[in-house]
């Protein structure tokens, strides 16, 4: 069965490009951000643009597009403006994704000082996202490192958001490397193991939708985010091969964000080597 593997790919130069670049080097699935991810500048999909979109996509058969929201959005911020700025933002991000046909927009959980209270100001939030967003797409809640305040590094965390909202538009994308920073390791087999065991009881593996394949600059446990290369990190090749071996999640789009997009079709080209058959 083919893959959906690939890569973050550039925009510039229009939201199409991403996908001829990417089967360039070897990408079955993109992941792209629709709008700047450093900037609070709107973005809009021309009718135009989503023509463009459709017909990259026929023509490259990369059927599979992922989106991931801006950094700056913050949707448990403690600052009203900050977090109204975040739901406008990332509202406008499921929007373009609606337009574009990407069914997963890819987001941060956010950060607070106080963590209960951002837990709340996010659940808020996400209840309205939920009454406001359009069709076709789905929240990915990211699985985070826990660096600083940041919220949702534990399986625990992602959980209570889904007890206050059981609502199937909420899915998670998990990051190898956050996992392994958050303290979840998947490196052998039984630990591997312990971790999915873990998140099918508190979350639901069903839930997993998007994985971001990274490896780690930092330690187990560190909760620091630093993405390396496959098998050039902490985690090492052990990981990657269970996690491309693991029949569960080989219809899933698999998406690698290491430092150096010069070296993606690389990463790419190790992680098909892992595959037993
Ligand atoms: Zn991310
Ligand atoms: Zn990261």
Known sequence: MERLLGAHMSVSGGFHKALYEGVKIGCTAVQIFTASPRQWRPTTVSEKDAQTFEKAKQETHIQRVVSHAAYLINLASPDEEVRKKSYEAYHAELVRCAQLGIPYAVLHMGSHPDFEAGMALLIENLRQLLHEMPDGVAIAMETMAGQGTALCYRFEHLAHILEALPDERLV????????????????????????????????????????????????????????????????????????????????????????????????????RGYLQN
């Open 172 to 271: 998670i994308c998990a990051d190898s490397c956050h996992l392994f920073a958050a303290g979840y390791d998947l490196r052998t087999p039984e630990t591997y193991e312990a971790v999915w065991q873990e998140f099918d009881r508190l979350i639901g593996l069903e839930r997993l939708k998007v994985w971001h394949l990274n490896d780690s600059r930092k330690p187990l446990g560190s909760r620091v985010d630093r993405h390396e290369h496959i098998a050039e990190g902490e985690l090492g090749e052990s990981a990657f091969r269970l996690i491309m071996n693991d029949p569960r999640f080989a219809s899933l789009p698999m998406i690698i964000e290491t430092p150096d997009e010069e070296r993606f079709a690389e990463d790419l080209a190790k992680l």
